[in-house]
Nanobody
Framework: QVQLVDSGGGLVHAGGSLRLSCAAS????????MGWFRQAPGRQRELVAG???????NYLDAVKGRFNISRDNAKNIIYLQMDSLKPEDTAAYYC?????????????WGQGTQVTVSS
């Protein structure tokens, strides 16, 4: 079992920055694929940034060049550095951990942290 705790959200003006953190307990994150998702009211949850256990990274096109995902396996934390924020980045952001073990998928979610970007 993995417990994920998201933090770092807040209210920021357009052009500002925030850094989200996802702290894990219960299992080491180093062997999990990790990601940050977001969900705005009335919209589907979407993957913003993902990082595999091997360090492969992918980003939603809308955030490329502005967001950076990283992981600190020693501290069991992943981060999402968000720069040049835009009002359309406003959403609840959720950390996700996923791993396949013996053919079964294990997936865990953080509780979410709200990011609000004012224009």
């Amino acid at each position: 079992q993995v417990q994920l705790v998201d933090s770092g959200g807040g209210l920021v003006h357009a052009g500002g920055s925030l850094r989200l953190s996802c702290a894990a307990s219960g299992r080491a994150l180093s062997t999990y694929a990790m990601g940050w998702f977001r969900q705005a009211p009335g919209r589907q949850r979407e993957l913003v940034a993902g990082i595999t256990a091997f360090g492969g990274i992918n980003y939603l096109d809308a955030v490329k060049g502005r967001f950076n995902i990283s992981r600190d396996n020693a501290k069991n934390i992943i981060y999402l550095q968000m720069d040049s924020l835009k009002p359309e980045d406003t959403a609840a952001y959720y950390c996700n951990a996923k791993k396949r073990i013996l053919g079964a998928d294990y997936e865990y979610w953080g509780q979410g942290t709200q990011v609000t970007v004012s224009s």
